[in-house]
């Protein structure tokens, strides 16, 4: 286990029955960055995250989180990681500061109550109601504050902005950042490709219960397609553009401009433009979103039956 690794995943497998959750699960989160983990519903995500807890245990594959067997000595991965599970289950009848003492003590290490009490009006949550009182919105709240209150050196958060008002989730994203600025590692699972692309140092792609991308979140974007449309001073002959290796023409509009997909470097096309009277050239930087998509459409050939 290398020190500058937060979290060491190899040949992760576990079935539940017939279902093969995860069927090779390779993963390497460096201390102190900020990793999305992404992918479709039923990929592995939760899976993954309960395997490094011990919530569940996998049926082989090498695991370490911060050094640790998570299976030798999960009490030690618990009280050094803050965890946000996609469902949380609270006694309903306690007040959120019950809840949140009660969350404190079963982690057996200490808490300090300002930086609760800061965090609680950063969220703008109350601390007296009961639970069972509370919106959806309030409860993640609860959840994402005893994630947080005992400075965790990791926090794994499944879906952290989940249920959460445009204004509170940009609250959690700056919480994230902080804590990493603070030298935590941070792991979380999301769905959201805007929030991903704000706070993401790096990004793994998960599908059908294996790893199948991971790579820092601006080298995904800018190795993806990008869009091209260019005006020219009057009608032209295309083909020299379009012949251009990577380039594809998606749209002539009036014979003067296109539209241009483009894979990979732009530097042939901008040479060959040169050549030509143009008059206009804005380039689409892609979206995130774009970009995964690619990787969420599914796949021809993996949803077959295992042998
Ligand atoms: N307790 C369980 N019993 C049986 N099958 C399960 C169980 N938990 C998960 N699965 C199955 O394992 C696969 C992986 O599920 P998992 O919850 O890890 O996906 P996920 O990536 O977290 O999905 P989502 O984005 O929907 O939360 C799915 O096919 C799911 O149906």
């Not at 609250?171 to 805007?194: K, Q, W």
């Not at 993401?200 to 599908?207: E, K, S, T």
């Amino acid at each position: 286990m290398s020190e500058a690794l937060a979290i060491e995943i190899r040949d992760l497998v576990k079935s539940y029955g017939r279902v093969r959750a995860l069927r090779g699960v390779n993963l390497e989160v460096r201390r102190g960055e900020i990793f999305a983990f992404l992918g479709p519903n039923g990929a592995g995500k939760t899976t993954t995250i309960r395997c490094m807890l011990d919530l569940i245990r996998p049926d082989h594959g090498f695991l370490r989180v911060l050094g640790i067997d998570p299976q030798r000595d999960p009490v030690a991965v618990r009280q050094r990681v803050g965890y946000l599970p996609g469902e949380l289950h609270f006694d309903e009848n306690l007040t959120v500061e019950g809840a949140l003492r009660l969350f404190a003590a079963m982690r057996g290490k200490a808490v300090d109550w300002a930086w609760v009490r800061a965090l609680a009006e950063r969220l703008d949550l109350d601390l007296r109601p009961r639970i069972r009182n509370l919106s959806k919105g309030n409860k993640q709240k609860v959840g994402v504050i005893q994630a947080l209150m005992h400075r965790p050196e990791l926090l794994i958060l499944d879906e952290p902005t989940l249920g959460l008002d445009p204004l509170m989730q940009r609250e959690v994203l700056r919480l994230m950042r902080e804590a990493r600025d603070a030298g935590a590692t941070v792991f979380f699972a999301s769905h959201i490709m805007g929030e991903v692309e704000q706070v993401a140092d790096r990004v793994g792609i998960i599908r059908q219960g294996v790893v199948v991308e991971v790579a820092g979140t601006e080298d995904l974007i800018r190795r993806a397609v990008r869009r091209v449309r260019v005006r020219f001073e009057g009608p032209v002959d295309l083909r020299p553009l379009t012949a251009l290796p990577g380039v594809r023409l998606l749209r002539r509009e009036d014979g003067e401009e296109l539209l241009l997909q483009v894979e990979g470097r732009m530097d042939p096309l901008i040479k060959a433009l040169a050549a030509f009277p143009v008059r206009d050239l804005e380039t689409e930087r892609p979206s995130l979103e774009e970009v995964f998509l690619a990787y969420y459409e599914p796949s021809p050939v993996s949803s077959e039956a295992d042998p």
